[in-house]
Nanobody
């Protein structure tokens, strides 16, 4: 059974940093594009960042560009999201997704990030 497990969320003050991790298992990790999404209360889930398979090009939403960095370690089957200069509007549940377009998608269970003073 494929598993994606996010970790690293928590409470941080505005301007602070967090690093999220998403560890995968039973997945040919290097074949999958990996993404981070987030969902704030009362809002739709939105794409935050994507990195291609085999460590390809990374793309970011405009709201996080320049502050967040997505990376992957294919040897550890893990994707990361480094989040700097956090703002209260970054507060959300963050989810990772593994995908091969038109073939398969897998989601993690999410990790809460709260940015508040």
């Amino acid at each position: 059974q494929v598993r994606l497990v996010e970790s690293g969320g928590g409470l941080v003050q505005p301007g602070g940093s967090l690093r999220l991790s998403c560890a995968t298992s039973r997945l040919t990790f290097s074949r999958y594009a990996m993404s981070w999404y987030r969902q704030a209360p009362g809002k739709e889930r939105e794409l935050v960042a994507t990195i291609g398979s085999f460590g390809g090009i990374a793309n970011y939403s405009e709201s996080v560009k320049g502050r967040f960095t997505i990376s992957r370690d294919n040897a550890k089957n893990t994707v990361y999201l480094q989040m700097n200069s956090l703002k209260p509007e970054d507060t959300a549940v963050y989810y990772c997704k593994a995908s091969i377009p038109r073939i398969s998608n897998y989601w993690g269970q999410g990790t809460q990030v709260t940015v508040s003073s």
